[in-house]
């Protein structure tokens, strides 16, 4: 049990190191927070809240998976080499799409509600 509850306090650390050393994530803690908020002042339906749970959720944990690949690239591969590199890169190329895809989720979503609320 003891070793379970320990896990969480590890999970929670990379969180911490996560948002203490990217700017990026950062920027997108901050950011879904503010669609949180967007969501409880447009009251949004139960399957939207859903979908932008699962596109919060989905750039997050994308954001983790590619500091984990540049800690360990910096680890093992400190001097400049292609590959290198090319790990960063593809790392980096895997949250641009999920925040592309989540953008188109959220727009989808708050633009029509938008309109109506200016109208
Ligand atoms: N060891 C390396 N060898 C070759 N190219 C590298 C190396 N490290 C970084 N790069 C190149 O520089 C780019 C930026 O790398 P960097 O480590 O600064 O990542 P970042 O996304 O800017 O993250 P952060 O600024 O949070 O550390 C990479 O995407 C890659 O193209």
Same mark, same amino acid.
């Given at each position: 049990?003891?070793?379970? !509850?320990?896990?969480?306090?590890?999970?929670? /650390?990379?969180?911490?190191? =996560?948002?203490?050393? /990217?700017?990026?994530?950062?920027? +997108? &803690?901050?950011?879904?927070? !503010? *669609?949180?908020?967007?969501?409880?002042?447009?009251?949004?339906? #139960? +399957?939207?809240? %859903?979908?932008?749970?699962?596109? @919060?959720? $989905?750039?997050?944990?994308?954001? $983790?998976?590619?500091?984990? @690949?540049? *800690?360990? *690239?910096? $680890?093992?591969?400190?001097?400049? +080499?292609?590959?290198?590199? =090319?790990?960063?890169? $593809?790392?980096?190329?895997?949250? #641009?799409? &999920? &925040?592309?895809?989540?953008?188109?989720?959220? !727009?989808? %979503?708050? @633009?029509?509600?938008? %309109?109506?609320?200016?109208?």
């Amino acid at each position: 049990m003891k070793k379970f !509850l320990k896990g969480f306090v590890y999970a929670w /650390q990379g969180v911490i190191y =996560a948002f203490s050393t /990217q700017i990026n994530f950062k920027f +997108h &803690t901050i950011s879904a927070l !503010l *669609v949180i908020m967007a969501g409880y002042f447009f009251e949004l339906a #139960l +399957h939207e809240w %859903i979908w932008i749970s699962v596109s @919060i959720g $989905l750039v997050i944990i994308a954001e $983790l998976f590619n500091t984990a @690949i540049e *800690v360990l *690239v910096d $680890l093992v591969s400190p001097d400049y +080499h292609p590959k290198a590199g =090319a790990v960063k890169d $593809l790392a980096s190329a895997g949250v #641009l799409l &999920t &925040t592309l895809l989540s953008a188109i989720i959220g !727009l989808s %979503i708050f @633009i029509p509600k938008i %309109i109506d609320y200016a109208a």
